[in-house]
């Protein structure tokens, strides 16, 4: 290695589980002649993850595999790059790993001026090539190692061409011929060649589509449909980069104090370059773009007549490590309309981390008493639990207290020890979107009477509906390129929540369900 904290090492001595497993799927996964199955490894990673020096291993680890075997003689390794610099970069790494092992240094030459190295006995080159299709016409390489794959795809159009131009010179080395494919997720919509090879490796992941091992996806980016995971957890960023950890080679706290002051300047785009660039996290692909009946209706909304009115159903979001905790209570009226209210609860540590833009909507919502503070995660489950139960001890078996069961470990598990009925588990997708659609209906017809306070406003505003390659689904409005967003969306899925309570467990004099057309 020749960076960080284990510069100086031998890789095979530092290298972490996914990479050793790979490097033993490759080379150890052959066919009955014992030629090597995989012809082409696609993998996106977060950036830091030593995602360029573990491809020019790779590519090294091909050309001494060959050269030991006697074959491949003269053959060419290509090595693409969206920039000069870039690919000086990766072909650094191989001349110095070549440099200070002792049974290499011997075997290679180099040539500067070509940006050339060569394995001596076997005659094999190891060059580094423009993204240009005048630069790949006629060679027929055994190998192409092409970095940050979605930046020569985003900026050249004829990348598509040039990749299929370099395959075709690599037909020529038949069983020999291996892509090494690597990339972080681009800061803006996935495009061209890396975009058909993203759709590709994820319906072999999602769906099981392979070609007995031949393509070879390895994609660390974040699982979206998993609601139980918080993307304010620095322990879950693994997922997105591997090297995040306490063994990796991409400090943990480091990443922590780079999302910190991305998140503090206010800026949508700074956190999305950080999620994209560190976590893998794609931006959206389509976004619903017009406002809500909701959204259009809510400054112009009721209040309720009574705003401490007794609740029929109590519905939490109990968020995450920096997300605030939400509980909606919701009554209907005389009307056959709805009233809600809610109360949010952060921790100390949450207040502190937020940005600019999002502690000013925390400031307004903490002096309207909307927002509570607590000095720890333990403190403020209590209190939403004490103030939950308070309505408990009115209502009896009657009220109804459900909703999302994931976010804060341990919170419904603990609550539900106390309630008189069972927590009712909302799911917190696209069955939601009925819910959401009575409360557009309600809005619509001014029989919604919220208690509009500073942090739901924000939140109701800033809750989109989003269409992606698994349907609809609800998202953030702020979340820009990054699928993520600052200014939380917990009070409106609260609010949905209760909704949800209303239309499916709350018995009532009425059918809500009427309300949706």
Same mark, same amino acid.
């Given at each position: 290695?020749?960076? %960080?904290?284990?510069?100086?090492?031998?890789?095979?001595?530092?290298?972490?589980?996914?990479?050793?497993?790979?490097?033993?799927?490759?080379?150890?996964?052959?066919?009955?002649?014992?030629?090597?199955?995989?012809?082409?490894?696609? &993998?996106?990673?977060?950036? %830091?993850?030593?995602?360029?020096?573990?491809?020019?291993?790779?590519?090294?680890?091909?050309?001494?595999?060959?050269?030991?075997?006697? @074959?491949?003689?003269?053959?060419?390794?290509?090595?693409?790059?969206?920039?000069?610099?870039?690919?000086?970069?990766?072909?650094?790494?191989?001349?110095?790993?070549?440099?200070?092992?002792?049974?290499?240094?011997?075997?290679?030459?180099?040539?500067?001026?070509?940006?050339?190295?060569?394995?001596?006995?076997?005659?094999?080159?190891?060059?580094?090539?423009?993204?240009?299709?005048?630069?790949?016409?006629?060679?027929?390489?055994? &190998?192409?190692?092409?970095?940050?794959?979605?930046?020569?795809?985003?900026?050249?159009?004829?990348?598509?061409?040039?990749?299929?131009?370099?395959?075709?010179?690599?037909?020529?080395?038949?069983?020999?011929?291996?892509?090494?494919?690597?990339?972080?997720?681009?800061?803006?919509?996935?495009?061209?060649?890396?975009?058909?090879?993203?759709?590709?490796?994820?319906?072999?992941?999602?769906?099981?589509?392979?070609?007995?091992?031949?393509?070879?996806?390895?994609?660390?980016?974040?699982?979206?449909?998993?609601?139980?995971?918080?993307?304010?957890?620095?322990? @879950?960023?693994?997922?997105?980069?591997?090297?995040?950890?306490?063994?990796?080679?991409?400090?943990?706290?480091?990443?922590?104090?780079?999302?910190?002051?991305?998140?503090?300047?206010?800026?949508?785009?700074?956190?999305?370059?950080?999620?994209?660039?560190?976590?893998?996290?794609?931006?959206?692909?389509?976004?619903?773009?017009?406002?809500?009946?909701?959204?259009?209706?809510?400054?112009?909304?009721?209040?309720?007549?009574?705003?401490?009115?007794?609740?029929?159903?109590?519905?939490?979001?109990?968020?995450?490590?920096?997300?605030?905790?939400?509980? &909606?209570?919701?009554?209907?009226?005389?009307?056959?309309?709805?009233?809600?209210? &809610?109360?949010?609860?952060?921790?100390?540590?949450?207040?502190?981390?937020?940005?600019?833009?999002?502690?000013?909507?925390?400031?307004?919502?903490?002096?309207?008493?909307?927002?509570?503070?607590?000095?720890? %995660?333990?403190?403020?489950?209590?209190?939403?639990?004490?103030?939950?139960?308070?309505?408990?001890?009115?209502?009896?078996?009657?009220?109804?207290?459900?909703?999302?069961?994931?976010?804060?470990?341990?919170?419904?598990?603990?609550?539900?020890?106390?309630?008189?009925?069972?927590?009712?588990?909302?799911?917190?997708?696209?069955?939601?979107?009925?819910?959401?659609?009575?409360?557009?209906?309600?809005?619509?017809?001014?029989?919604?009477?919220?208690?509009?306070?500073?942090?739901?406003?924000?939140?109701?505003?800033?809750?989109?509906?989003?269409?992606?390659?698994?349907?609809?689904?609800?998202?953030?409005?702020?979340?820009?390129?990054?699928?993520?967003?600052?200014?939380?969306?917990?009070?409106?899925?609260?609010?949905?929540?209760?909704?949800?309570?209303?239309?499916?467990?709350?018995?009532?004099?009425?059918?809500?369900?009427?309300?949706? %057309?």
């Amino acid at each position: 290695l020749t960076q %960080g904290q284990y510069a100086g090492q031998p890789f095979g001595d530092t290298m972490l589980p996914w990479q050793r497993e790979l490097i033993r799927y490759i080379w150890g996964h052959t066919d009955a002649n014992g030629d090597r199955i995989t012809r082409t490894l696609f &993998c996106k990673i977060g950036k %830091g993850a030593g995602k360029s020096t573990f491809a020019a291993m790779l590519a090294l680890c091909h050309v001494m595999d060959l050269a030991m075997r006697g @074959e491949g003689y003269r053959g060419l390794v290509l090595l693409l790059s969206p920039t000069i610099s870039t690919a000086d970069s990766v072909m650094g790494h191989i001349v110095e790993a070549i440099k200070f092992d002792p049974e290499l240094a011997g075997q290679f030459k180099s040539n500067v001026a070509r940006r050339q190295i060569t394995h001596v006995k076997s005659g094999i080159v190891l060059e580094i090539a423009p993204p240009r299709m005048d630069a790949v016409v006629g060679r027929r390489p055994i &190998c192409l190692l092409a970095d940050e794959i979605h930046l020569m795809a985003a900026e050249n159009r004829q990348f598509t061409q040039i990749l299929d131009q370099i395959r075709k010179g690599g037909t020529n080395a038949g069983n020999l011929y291996l892509e090494i494919l690597i990339s972080t997720a681009p800061t803006d919509v996935a495009a061209g060649a890396y975009s058909e090879l993203l759709t590709t490796a994820r319906k072999q992941r999602d769906e099981g589509l392979g070609d007995g091992g031949r393509f070879c996806p390895i994609l660390f980016e974040w699982p979206h449909d998993r609601d139980d995971l918080d993307i304010e957890d620095p322990n @879950e960023w693994w997922r997105g980069n591997p090297s995040a950890v306490s063994y990796g080679t991409m400090a943990l706290g480091t990443l922590i104090e780079e999302y910190d002051t991305a998140k503090r300047t206010g800026v949508p785009r700074n956190v999305a370059l950080f999620l994209s660039q560190r976590l893998g996290i794609e931006p959206n692909q389509s976004r619903v773009g017009t406002r809500t009946p909701l959204q259009e209706a809510w400054a112009d909304l009721p209040a309720p007549a009574d705003p401490a009115h007794p609740p029929t159903v109590v519905a939490i979001d109990p968020g995450g490590q920096d997300d605030p905790g939400a509980v &909606c209570y919701a009554w209907r009226t005389d009307d056959d309309g709805v009233g809600m209210r &809610c109360q949010q609860y952060l921790t100390r540590q949450g207040l502190d981390r937020a940005g600019d833009a999002l502690r000013a909507v925390y400031d307004q919502a903490i002096a309207a008493g909307e927002l509570l503070i607590y000095d720890s %995660g333990g403190a403020l489950d209590d209190a939403m639990t004490q103030h939950i139960l308070k309505f408990q001890e009115g209502l009896g078996s009657s009220l109804i207290v459900g909703g999302d069961t994931y976010g804060r470990a341990g919170f419904v598990p603990s609550l539900s020890k106390h309630l008189w009925n069972e927590f009712v588990s909302v799911s917190q997708g696209w069955q939601l979107l009925r819910a959401y659609a009575a409360l557009d209906q309600l809005a619509a017809d001014k029989r919604l009477y919220p208690v509009k306070t500073p942090l739901l406003s924000a939140n109701v505003e800033n809750l989109i509906l989003e269409d992606g390659p698994r349907g609809r689904r609800f998202a953030k409005r702020d979340a820009a390129a990054s699928g993520q967003g600052q200014l939380k969306i917990d009070g409106a899925m609260a609010m949905v929540s209760a909704a949800e309570l209303l239309l499916e467990h709350a018995k009532a004099p009425f059918d809500i369900r009427a309300l949706v %057309g």
